[in-house]
């Protein structure tokens, strides 16, 4: 009677299970198609208002025509030259302001004395935006590659630094007072304490960065260079080139997705445990 009891819980258990699997699949799925929805609902809006001249073509011309233009801009080999271009001064730019970042963000949310000292001059100077910069990096820097990448880090460092320092700072005393108890050195206590407990945080400053680089490039590129998707959006739109102008500003909107992507599958990665 007991093991009859026991199989009918078994199979009762076993349903639940394949029934709750079930529903977290189609919620799945669902995301997936509304995911996917959005941008093409949005583009076939536009699509739809832009050939019946609800709106005006000329400046928001149908989206198959800036595909056709990316296709053409593409075969000339322009366009990858300018993606190229930019995409090397992003990720260059990025890591020289990540980098520091994390070490100066570390070392600020262990050492209080080192907090103190650098905390007003991080405060003073993140609110300076650092295109208005821009004419100070171009006499010392140049109209160089090398340049771009100073005003992508100087843009990525503040919100990078303070996450980190807020992070290692918000670590559960509990975790300090063991690692003193069992005479952590200060090297155990920066890679298997302070890096691990300030990731979360650390990794949202970083996700922060990554949009900022892209807004810092545009931005440069169209003040101070002669390539990239910067110089291709403003000279297109001085031009009234406005199909290559949206391929550009696409591109911009696509890779600022497909980083973020990319940051939040690093994110799984390295802290498994934070849904």
């Given amino acids: 009677m007991a093991t009859k009891v026991e199989e009918i819980y078994m199979e009762n258990s076993i349903a ?3 029934q709750m699997w079930r529903k977290g699949r189609r919620r799945q799925q669902l995301k997936h198609m509304l995911t996917v929805a959005s941008p093409v609902c949005l583009l076939v809006l536009w699509e ?3 050939r019946t001249n609800i709106i005006d073509a000329r400046f928001f011309p149908p989206p198959t025509e800036i595909i056709g ?4 801009m593409a075969a000339s080999g322009d366009l990858f030259n300018h993606l190229g271009i930019s995409l090397y001064r992003i990720i260059g730019g990025f890591l020289l302001g990540v980098i520091p970042a994390i070490l100066l963000g570390l070392i600020m949310g262990m050492y209080r004395p080192v907090r103190y000292f650098f905390q007003p001059l991080v405060m003073a100077l993140m609110p ?6 821009m004419p100070i990096i171009l006499i010392i ?3 160089s590659d090398f340049s771009k990448m100073i005003t992508i880090a100087g843009s990525v460092f503040f919100p990078v630094v303070i ?3 807020a992070g290692v700072a918000n670590i559960d005393g509990i975790y300090l007072d063991v690692a003193k108890n069992y005479g952590a050195k200060s090297k155990d206590f920066f890679f298997k304490i302070a890096l691990p407990g300030a990731l979360p945080v650390m990794l949202e400053g970083i996700q922060m960065g990554q949009a900022i680089a892209l807004l810092t490039i545009v931005a440069a590129e169209m003040m101070g260079a002669h390539s990239g998707i910067g110089y291709l959006i403003w000279t297109s739109y001085k031009a009234f080139l406005l199909q290559q102008m949206y391929v550009g500003l696409i591109l911009i909107s696509f890779f600022g997705y497909f980083f973020s992507l990319l940051l939040r599958m690093l994110q799984k990665v390295l802290i498994p445990w934070k849904k």
Wanted: hydrophobic share 55%; no cysteine.
């Fill in 163 to 165: 996450n980190t320092a």
């Fill in 141 to 143: 820097f140049g109209i």
């Fill in 128 to 133: 300076i935006p650092t295109l208005a910069l």
């Fill in 16 to 18: 639940v299970e394949e």
């Fill in 69 to 72: 233009t990316f296709f053409k």
């Fill in 48 to 50: 739809v208002l832009s």
